[in-house]
């Protein structure tokens, strides 16, 4: 199915969290926050309430236009004051007009008929994530796999593992017993060694996957959470790999694993042992036998977070786990909770809210900037209130409906989780995927969740495009320039393949610089500069602009100054924009000067009368100054 071009989507009524549209993003309880909302003069909206809940009732708010100098012109600016009365407020607003029609304006857009809270704006009271993690651009290494040093070749091969040198073919299939078992024996001050390269690249923070021992290459089955494995070099080589890391300026987040051990744990192997171990009801242990695991897995039993022991040893107060590698001589600055959607829960069991604020008081307890980021690959809105996660892996909001956008038809990629390929859709499907998504999370969670294009669990993006390289920086762009974090896996920037999460843990080609797609490289480097250098990149509102079956455009806007983004994943014709409902003061105050663009062939903007018209030539990806 074909879709319909979308080019009169700036024309929308328009709303979000970011500094044009809501005075504070972060209220306290008590405050009245100005929101506003902006339509188009053509618009036929004449009355306009804000309809939210105190104490969950419903109550309306009357909005006025206004005209401030610091809003932008050629626009209807609606205001009114929001009472702060709850932790969380939801919002939407009620658009009337002289015909006695009513719509609403909600985060998912604008709807005719009366419909259900989900996609309400929201407000959080709870402190927002500090700010060197919401301007991020974050960098994953699997440890394994990502460099050796020279003291790699001292260490003996533990009994579990299977030896590989750095560039065998990795073994990827789940039912091949060596999938997790074989080594490389990439090490921590191998990463150190590479740092140089992680800098200039713009990565603002390093995130590791678990550095605990385990009989595993990935590390997710812990046998303690006392000491870093020997095999990366111990203790002392993560000192080292902490203190080159903050000496480049940037910061550390470190991986643990909240839902289980590994059955070669301390802490497990003590409660399987004997009944009447301290420890037994630190597990979920059945009456009938047995115990619970993550998904029948039994190297990796469940911890049982109803006990205040288990809680206390692993996520609540100084003694914990959490906040013990957080203090010198580690300092790591946060963490990325594995499996946190499953933390806590089990069956009639639902604790994993209390969990999530454990974990986030205990951070912040040690470093008042703590980052805490949760794993969660499908619906994580329950969990994103404010008070506990930061934000999310989005696989949901973004990998997903990005993936499914650029995907060829014929890779061999395969996602992780669903019993089929994700589909091949057009533009508007996706845009409607998107907007729906950051409805459900809100504003300021998705801004504050990782846009991921692939990690150490799913295919890599040079492979979910069938190898096309111009595809790839397609959607690394839409990584760098929509609400959220940048996060990339350890070789994206040079173009690494692999069609499934084992498979794409392949190793880092640093003796073969020939394989090294330059091009890419370049293309990751300039997203990270411009990222870092343009709020509106990471503060800006999002407004859409138009959509067809390969292309999406969309604006950044800010009062620093504002963006157009343009991505094609094809070949096709420019694109016509309405400047008016573009340019905040005409045609003249047009900068339309190319900022970025991944691919030869896009120019400055230029308006034709009322047409904006955009070089939009694909499979590429440009931003231009507004």
């Not at 074909?2 to 989507?9: A, Y």
């Not at 002392?236 to 902490?242: F, I, N, V």
């Not at 696989?395 to 956008?405: A, H, I, L, N, T």
């Not at 843990?505 to 411009?530: F, G, I, Q, V």
């Amino acid at each position: 199915m074909t879709d319909q071009p979308s080019p009169d989507l700036l024309r929308e009524p328009h709303h979000d969290g970011s500094p044009l549209y809501c005075d504070a993003e972060t209220p306290t309880i008590g405050w009245a926050v100005k929101v506003r909302v902006r339509t188009d003069p053509a618009d036929p909206t004449t009355q306009m309430w804000i309809r939210t809940t105190y104490d969950a009732e419903p109550v309306y708010h009357q909005c006025v236009q206004v005209h401030r100098d610091d809003l932008p012109a050629g626009s209807s600016w609606w205001e009114g004051e929001l009472p702060v009365h709850n932790p969380v407020t939801h919002y939407r607003f009620l658009l009337a007009d002289d015909a006695g029609a009513q719509r609403w304006l909600t985060a998912a857009g604008l709807v005719e008929h009366d419909c259900s809270d989900t996609f309400d704006f929201r407000l959080s009271t709870h402190p927002e994530a500090p700010a060197w993690g919401r301007d991020a651009v974050v960098y994953q290494i699997f440890p394994d796999r990502f460099a050796r040093s020279a003291a790699a070749d001292e260490r003996p091969t533990p009994s579990w593992a299977v030896p590989a040198a750095w560039d065998d073919t990795v073994v990827f299939e789940g039912t091949d017993p060596r999938t997790p078992l074989q080594l490389f024996g990439g090490d921590l001050d191998g990463v150190v060694e590479h740092l140089d390269h992680v800098a200039d690249l713009g990565v603002t923070v390093l995130y590791t996957t678990p550095v605990f021992p385990g009989e595993s290459n990935h590390r997710y089955n812990a046998s303690t959470f006392d000491g870093v494995d020997e095999l990366l070099g111990g203790d002392a080589a993560y000192e080292r790999l902490s203190a080159a890391v903050h000496e480049r300026g940037l910061r550390l987040l470190g991986d643990l694993t909240t839902n289980h051990t590994g059955d070669t744990h301390e802490w497990f192997r003590a409660a399987a042992a004997d009944e009447d171990a301290p420890t037994r009801d630190w597990y979920c242990f059945r009456p009938q036998g047995g115990y619970e695991t993550w998904m029948g897995h039994h190297t990796l039993p469940k911890l049982n977070h109803t006990n205040a022991d288990m809680r206390a040893a692993m996520v609540e107060g100084p003694d914990s786990v959490v906040a013990k590698w957080l203090r010198p001589p580690f300092d790591v600055d946060g963490w990325r909770i594995d499996v946190a959607n499953m933390t806590g829960r089990l069956g009639a069991v639902d604790v994993n809210h209390e969990i999530s604020r454990a974990v986030r008081r205990t951070a912040e307890a040690e470093r008042e900037d703590a980052w805490v980021i949760g794993e969660h690959n499908h619906d994580a809105s329950g969990d994103l209130d404010g008070d506990g996660w930061h934000g999310t892996m989005n696989y949901s909001g973004f990998s997903w409906p990005v993936w499914s956008w650029v995907r060829d038809p014929e890779t061999s990629a395969r996602p992780f989780g669903r019993p089929l390929a994700v589909p091949r859709r057009g533009g508007a499907a996706v845009l409607a995927t998107l907007r729906e998504w950051a409805a459900r999370y809100g504003w300021r969670a998705t801004a504050q969740s990782w846009n991921i294009l692939g990690s150490h669990d799913s295919a890599r993006i040079r492979t979910q495009v069938g190898g096309d390289a111009a595809v790839h920086r397609v959607a690394a762009g839409l990584q760098f320039t929509l609400p959220g974090v940048p996060m990339l896996f350890a070789g994206d920037e040079l173009g690494l393949e692999g069609v499934l999460g084992e498979d794409s843990r392949r190793t880092m080609p640093w003796d073969r610089p020939d394989a090294w797609d330059t091009a890419t490289l370049a293309a990751y480097r300039a997203l990270a500069a411009l990222r870092t250098s343009t709020p509106a990149l990471t503060r800006g509102s999002l407004r859409w602009a138009f959509a067809d079956d390969d292309t999406l455009a969309f604006v950044r806007e800010h009062p620093a100054g504002s963006v157009l983004v343009v991505a094609r994943r094809a070949a096709g014709g420019d694109v016509s924009l309405p400047a008016s409902a573009l340019l905040p003061t005409g045609a003249a105050g047009l900068d339309g000067s190319l900022l970025l663009a991944t691919e030869d062939g896009a120019g400055d903007l230029a308006v034709d009368g009322d047409a904006l018209r955009v070089p939009a030539a694909g499979p590429g990806f440009a931003v231009w100054a507004l």
